[in-house]
């Protein structure tokens, strides 16, 4: 009995242990849901990243199309066009890209290789010259460039000599303006193998204290020799070169072409048409290409009775330039600053006007005219 009753024991206690050994496995199995979790939501984590991507990709597609637009010039403006639509130029001759491009004219561009002109019999040959100081100019050899250019009479800007100080050149009368208020600034001078009549270098007020304006007279003319004043970097000098100096020059220039014809020349520091300036839309608030110096300098004119003589010789000409800057050694891109503005009278009696690209001397090169005598 006793050994039957404590296999029954034992059998209570293996079927214990048995429960507890299945409960605890229980117990360990719930343990290890929650670990398993994370991995489901790793698996939602990725499967969610895989479904953002394609709209990031959609993204990147979507910026590449803009990116292809713009190269296309879809969804560019060019400042250029705008700039033409919406600044109304001042213009006689239809200052516009549009236009020129569809002109005939010469391109200047290339180099220029001009055979020497022949002077004629009863022709005189005047030259300006902006030599950016005198000096310097020297000493580049600006009184070979006199030798062999042999003109009978030759106008130089910006000399920037002191006062009293009047180089002389071999076969020349000499006549120099310096600057009275700031030493080694502006000036003008005038070379003539004829001694002139009269020369004075006056203007109203106090405008030439730089030395701006030579007027020398000639039997058949007056020769107004002037490095106009600039308006400046920042256009501070604008107001005063359109509303006094503009003002002054034409009652100076009026009040000689009652007496007799006028030649008006120099460095006259405006642009006065679209196809006088290269990249003409980006200058329109550039010194010597605003619009109201260009309607002042236009208007001078048209009062005077002056006109371009270049402009009336080769009235589509372009890319013509006289000032460029000391970097572009080419002289590709450039301003037309320089003139030989003439009585209306005279415009007939000049058969050549050029200039001499090959002459680097200075950022202007000089301009030639032949005209009867």
Not at 91 to 103: F, I, R
Not at 325 to 342: C, E, I, N, Q
């Amino acid at each position: 009995m006793k050994r039957t009753m404590r296999t029954r024991k034992q059998t209570k206690e293996e079927d214990e242990a048995k429960d507890e050994k299945e409960k605890k496995m229980e117990e360990e199995e719930e343990e290890e849901k929650p670990k398993k979790t994370p991995k489901k939501t790793r698996k939602t984590t990725k499967s969610a990243k895989k479904e953002v991507e394609p709209e990031e990709e959609k993204e990147e597609k979507s910026e590449e199309s803009d990116e292809e637009k713009d190269k296309k010039g879809k969804t560019t403006t060019k400042a250029p066009k705008k700039s033409l639509k919406e600044d109304q130029l001042y213009d006689k001759e239809k200052d516009n890209d549009e236009y020129w491009e569809n002109a005939h004219y010469t391109d200047y561009t290339a180099d220029f290789k001009e055979s020497e002109p022949k002077l004629e019999s009863g022709e005189m040959k005047i030259v300006t010259f902006n030599v950016a100081g005198w000096k310097a100019a020297m000493g580049k050899g600006l009184e070979k460039y006199i030798k062999k250019e042999d003109p009978d009479i030759i106008c130089f800007q910006e000399t920037k000599l002191q006062d009293g100080v009047v180089p002389t050149v071999s076969g020349y009368n000499s006549y120099f303006s310096a600057s009275t208020a700031k030493k080694g600034y502006a000036g003008t001078a005038i070379l003539t193998k004829e001694k002139p009549i009269t020369v004075t270098m006056k203007l109203d007020g106090k405008l030439n204290e730089h030395g701006r304006i030579i007027t020398a007279e000639y039997e058949k003319f007056y020769l107004v020799n002037t490095y106009v004043m600039n308006s400046g970097v920042k256009l501070e000098n604008l107001k005063k070169r359109v509303d006094t100096w503009d003002v002054s020059m034409k009652k100076h220039l009026i009040d000689l072409s009652k007496k007799k014809k006028v030649i008006w020349c120099g460095d006259l520091n405006v642009a006065l048409r679209w196809i006088d300036v290269a990249k003409p839309a980006t200058r329109l608030r550039c010194a010597g290409f605003t619009k109201e110096e260009r309607e002042s300098a236009s208007q001078l004119l048209e009062e005077v009775g002056l006109v371009d003589s270049f402009q009336v010789k080769h009235p589509k000409e372009k890319n013509f330039y006289t000032f460029f800057s000391f970097r572009d050694k080419a002289k590709v891109s450039g301003w037309r600053l320089d003139y030989f503005d003439v009585s209306k009278e005279l415009v007939d009696d000049i058969t050549q006007i050029y200039r001499r690209k090959e002459v680097n001397i200075s950022d202007h090169v000089p301009l030639v005219i032949h005209i009867k005598k």
